[in-house]
């Protein structure tokens, strides 16, 4: 490193602290060259960057003949004005991403380039909504050649935990939509975390230092607390299920009725409101007590002689009783499956069916088995005489079904026999 360089860089430090001497800087001093690289190839206006990535890329994507002539350069981007092209083709060469051979006369990739444009082509292949899979593959691929990078896992662990408090506002706000959103977005999110899990099963065999085992139970206990989010969704769903308000006959609630109108253009809802709300009334601040002095002093001046006539009937209106709001599909058929059992249960067998979403209900509902105090649709699960009895070697069983891979082993059973 030059001395003005050091200079400058020693500006952010306080007196007598060498830079290369700080822990949390020393590596990213000892990659100054890839990082020098990397600030040359964005360095600028975003015009000119977006040409210098662009002809970097194709330059790197022609597998079969890595080497370049000038003519087919000039030849492959025609479409860009020669002066620029060979302004951007002198950048990369003078900052060593694309070198010269003098004798060939050609030119080609340097490593340094290839690099940026492999880091490159792994940002591209994830948009913001996938950045939790970004982090999951950069951990399968460092596993893959033998380099798991901590920083990756303290990645992953704060997107987690980001992840949760999302979820956990989304249950708090309360909001249909937002729940919906939130179980939409978790089962997109269970599909990376799968794929994350394989790699940390497959590292834990082999042994991991004490940092990259601390932070990979915080991982893994993070993603458990997700996956119970599962059902926490529906019963809050389930909730909101049963209040809706009923508009008609046909079924037709006031969440689907707000469902679609999140749905419709502006342009529809102003063409639905035409005639009914284009006259908005303004509003008058005035006292209460004025106002009434006021009235009262303007009818009996400007009115003296007015009539009193009595009010019109009231129209007919034609009065709908209240719909019965059926329960959840799943605790029908829990409490059909379950009333009458007399001998233990397979805890799978009761639960698995459907999907993920479908069995990780049913299994929050058999914890109202034997409560007093529940909600009246709850009752006829909770009077029947069973309860749930857990496997004492807290294995995992083999599922492999309607989206359960394993879940951890019981029984549902009579209450009788507890005291045997």
């Known amino acids: 490193m030059s001395v003005p360089e ?26 100054k060259p890839l990082i020098g690289a990397m600030i040359a190839l964005f360095r600028g206006g975003d015009d000119e960057v977006m040409v210098r990535l662009m002809v970097l890329r194709e330059i790197g994507l022609r597998a079969e003949a890595p080497e370049w002539s000038p003519r087919e350069l000039q030849s492959h981007f025609a479409f860009i004005n020669s002066s620029k092209l060979n302004t951007v083709l002198g950048r990369l060469r003078e900052h060593e991403l694309l070198l010269w051979d003098n004798e060939r006369h050609l030119y080609r990739l340097s490593s340094a380039g290839r690099m940026m444009l492999s880091a490159l082509s792994s940002l591209l292949n994830f948009n913001t909504e996938q950045d939790g899979e970004f982090l999951a593959a950069q951990i399968a691929a460092g596993a893959a050649v033998g380099k798991l990078s901590p920083e990756a896992l303290a990645h992953l662990l704060a997107r987690l935990a980001e992840l949760e408090e999302e979820f956990s506002q989304a249950v708090t706000s309360g909001s249909e939509f937002r729940l919906r959103e939130a179980q939409t977005r978790l089962e997109a999110v269970q599909k990376w975390m799968d794929k994350a899990n394989q790699v940390m099963r497959d590292l834990a065999t082999d042994g991991l230092d004490d940092s990259t085992w601390k932070l990979s139970q915080q991982i893994g206990q993070r993603q458990s607390r997700l996956m119970r989010m599962s059902s926490v969704f529906q019963r809050e769903l389930a909730e909101i299920g049963r209040q809706q308000v009923h ?28 005639g009914q709300l284009a006259l908005t009334p303004e509003c008058t601040f005035i006292l209460p007590d004025v106002m009434v002095d006021n009235t009262e002093e303007f009818v009996a001046r400007e009115q003296p002689n007015r009539h009193v006539s009595a009010m019109p009937a009231p129209a007919k209106v034609e009065y709908v009783d209240d719909i019965a709001l059926e329960p959840p599909y799943q605790l029908a058929a829990l409490v059909r499956l379950l009333a009458g059992l007399e001998a233990p249960m397979n805890l799978a067998d009761g639960i698995v069916g459907g999907n993920f979403s479908d069995a990780s209900y049913r299994l929050s509902l058999l914890s109202f088995l034997g409560e007093r105090n529940v909600d009246p649709e709850l009752a006829p699960l909770a009077e029947l005489p069973l309860r749930v009895r857990w496997d004492e070697s807290l294995e995992l069983q083999t599922i492999g079904r309607d989206e359960i891979a394993a879940m951890s082993g019981g029984h549902i059973e009579p209450q009788q026999e507890k005291n045997t």
């Open 6 to 31: 050091d200079n400058g860089l020693a500006e952010f430090f306080v007196a007598g602290v060498e830079p290369a001497d700080v822990p949390q800087f020393f590596p990213l001093f000892a990659a």
């Open 247 to 274: 508009l008609s006959h046909g079924g037709l609630s006031s969440s689907e009725l707000a469902g679609w109108l999140k749905q419709r253009s502006v342009d529809d809802l102003v063409e639905l409101a035409a």
